[in-house]
Structure formats: structure tokens, C-alpha cells
Nanobody, 116 residues
Framework: QVLLVESGGGLVQPGGSLLLSCAAS????????MKWYRQAPGKEREWVAS????????NYANAVKGRFTISRDNAKKTVYLQMNSLKPEDTAVYFC?????????WGQGTQVTVSS
């Protein structure tokens, strides 16, 4: 059984930082491209960042470029999202996604709220 478990969300003031983690099990993690998505209330889920299976290729949505950093530790089967300079518009449930060929898995999400 494949499991993706996100953690690290919470309430943070504007300008603050959070580190999200997504721990994977039940799959060969190093074979998967990993992505972070988010979904704000009343909005569609949107892609935030992605990282290649070996960690050498990263991409970011324009809204987070320069503020967020995606990374991975294949030995720990974990992908991270370091979020800095957080804004109220970053408030959302953040999901991690594992993609390889026709296999596509999602976590349950972790809530991030940016508010003073």
C-alpha cells in the first residue's frame, strides 16, 4: 500500500516560514517525480513545485518562485517544501504527489494558514 503523509503545516504570520515534509512508503521513491500542490478555499488545486527523481531538476509556479524551495532525500523517502516570506494568499491545504509513468499517488494534505 502506497502512503504519502504530509506534515509541518500550521498557522504562521505573514513573512514567516514553514517547512513541509512528505514521507512516502510502499513505493520505490527514487523512481518518482515528486510535486507539491495546494488548494485554497473555493479554488481549484494548483501546482506549486516539482522535483525530478534524482533531485537535480526543480520547477516552481511563478507565484512561489524565489520564496519556496523543493528538495528531497531519497534515502529517507521524503520530499520537502521550504516556504519563506509567506503571504496570506499562500493559505491553502498543501498536498504532495508522486508520479511515475501511469502511477499517480496523493497525500491527504496539510493545512497552511498565513494570518496575523
Amino acid at each position: 500500500q502506497v502512503l504519502l503523509v504530509e506534515s509541518g503545516g500550521g498557522l504562521v504570520q505573514p513573512g514567516g516560514s514553514l517547512l513541509l515534509s512528505c514521507a512516502a512508503s510502499g513505493l520505490t521513491f527514487s523512481n518518482y517525480r515528486m510535486k507539491w500542490y495546494r488548494q485554497a478555499p473555493g479554488k481549484e488545486r494548483e501546482w506549486v513545485a516539482s522535483i525530478g527523481s534524482a533531485g537535480g531538476s526543480t520547477n516552481y509556479a511563478n507565484a512561489v518562485k524565489g520564496r519556496f524551495t523543493i528538495s528531497r532525500d531519497n534515502a529517507k523517502k521524503t520530499v520537502y517544501l521550504q516556504m519563506n516570506s509567506l503571504k496570506p494568499e499562500d493559505t491553502a491545504v498543501y498536498f504532495c504527489n508522486a508520479l511515475s509513468g501511469g502511477r499517480d499517488y496523493w497525500g491527504q494534505g496539510t493545512q497552511v494558514t498565513v494570518s496575523s
